[in-house]
């Protein structure tokens, strides 16, 4: 339902500021350029789906090899104690548990073309525990808001537009970004566990605890390497090891003599079908932010935010960063133009341009998570699944700013 609420929003609003442009100021371009920009955006939305398709079809029907080899299932009984007590409206031998497995250690790595697929893998075997075809389960919620809070060990991307920029050490983001990114994760996911009341039991801590020390682990390894070395060994490791499943789940499938090839075809057409469901729910949110941006009414905001922020008397430094923070949440790729805008105005290495990086990688862009996995399901009542992403958003930027002062002053 917020969902619903948060399109019609961006709609009313970019109106009433094309109105107010025109009233006050005789602008009579915006509304061109609000009309341009959401067919542009509507064309962008079939060509992200489109994009989709071929990255859909490879990996969907590389998931069916797995599952039909049965590592998938092997996966969720490794994984059950902690994804059951997260999950329990889910069955510990249920597929979708190796699915959501695969998906969240896809994103850990950065590895988004591979997350996606095996995300929405996750959500087609959650809708067929579902009883209410139109409605999200608590399960789904909390999938997509460990997608929307979007925990990264290794932010290949981003230390690449930084080295690209000019940056003297491309990686120094490294660890403000997986401390943000690690902050925002445990949030949205302590929040949920008490709206859905589920009890954090000694093993769900211990399972959290783990994952905060191998974040902690990972940064203490990172931080030792050199810019160059550190960008080699994450891309090296995160590829060599998706390459390592396709290779394990053949194999395996060889192993017991299945028919590799036909039960490939068999997924990579369901890849197909999923691509083109989810360009409807693309197009609608794509449109609605584009128009909203278009209006200028993101401008606006900043505007104030930076005014209040100098009358309280604090550091507008920070400010500057904001229009990568509200895109965050919106598109992947607006947020990336904006992030690049701050570098280029300012510099890769002044403070606002790490802040802009830091903000950037701390989570996921929640608005297309929303449209695509619950577009690929045909889920429309939502529930609060809106309201706890934005919660995982604003508390990755929080904690991107906190540390961003802390480690670049």
Not at 115 to 125: C, D, S, V, Y
Request: a neutral charge; one cysteine or more; charged letters at 15%.
């Amino acid at each position: 339902m917020i969902l619903n609420y948060i399109w019609i929003g961006f709609l009313v609003v970019a109106f009433l500021m094309a109105a107010g442009e025109t009233i006050t100021h005789g602008n009579f371009d915006i509304w061109s350029e609000i009309m341009n920009s959401s067919f542009s955006q509507a064309s962008f939305a079939f060509e992200v789906s489109l994009g989709l398709t071929g990255v859909l079809t490879l990996w969907m029907g590389i998931m069916r090899v797995g599952e039909h080899a049965g590592v998938i299932n092997g996966m969720a009984r490794l994984i059950s104690p902690f994804f059951s007590r997260l999950f329990p409206g889910i069955p510990k031998d249920h597929p979708a548990m190796g699915a959501i497995f695969m998906n969240v250690s896809a994103n850990m790595l950065g590895l988004d073309n591979a997350a996606t697929p095996m995300g929405l893998r996750a959500m087609q075997e959650m809708q067929s525990l579902n009883k209410e075809k139109d409605r999200a389960t608590d399960a789904m919620i909390m999938f997509l808001v460990l997608n929307s809070s979007g925990l990264c060990l290794i932010p290949v991307s981003i230390m690449m537009y930084r080295a690209q920029g000019g940056a003297a050490n491309p990686s120094d983001i490294f660890l403000p970004i997986l401390i943000a990114t690690a902050i925002a994760t445990l949030v949205g996911l302590l929040a949920l566990c008490v709206k859905q009341r589920i009890r954090l039991d000694r093993v769900l801590l211990s399972w959290l605890g783990g994952i905060a020390l191998a974040v902690g682990a990972v940064a203490w390894i990172f931080s030792s390497m050199t810019p160059d070395d550190a960008q080699k060994w994450s891309t090296f490791i995160a590829n060599f090891i998706l390459f390592s499943v396709i290779i394990g789940f053949i194999g395996v499938a060889c192993w017991k003599r299945l028919r590799v090839y036909d039960i490939f075809i068999e997924g990579a057409k369901e890849g197909f079908k999923t691509a083109v469901s989810i360009i409807p729910y693309l197009v609608a949110i794509l449109v609605a932010i584009g128009m909203f941006r278009a209006s200028g009414a993101l401008d606006v905001f900043t505007g104030w935010v930076e005014s209040l922020v100098e009358w309280l008397g604090g550091d507008t430094r920070w400010v500057g960063a904001l229009p990568t923070m509200l895109m965050k949440p919106l598109s992947g790729s607006g947020s990336c133009a904006m992030m690049l805008d701050v570098m280029q105005a300012n510099g890769a290495d002044a403070f606002v341009s790490k802040l802009a990086a830091a903000v950037r990688g701390s989570t996921d862009t929640t608005f297309y998570i929303l449209a695509v996995y619950f577009g690929s399901v045909g889920i429309s009542r939502t529930r609060y699944a809106a309201g706890y992403a934005l919660l995982a958003d604003l508390t990755g930027a929080i904690a991107a700013v906190f540390v961003s002062y802390l480690f670049f002053g």
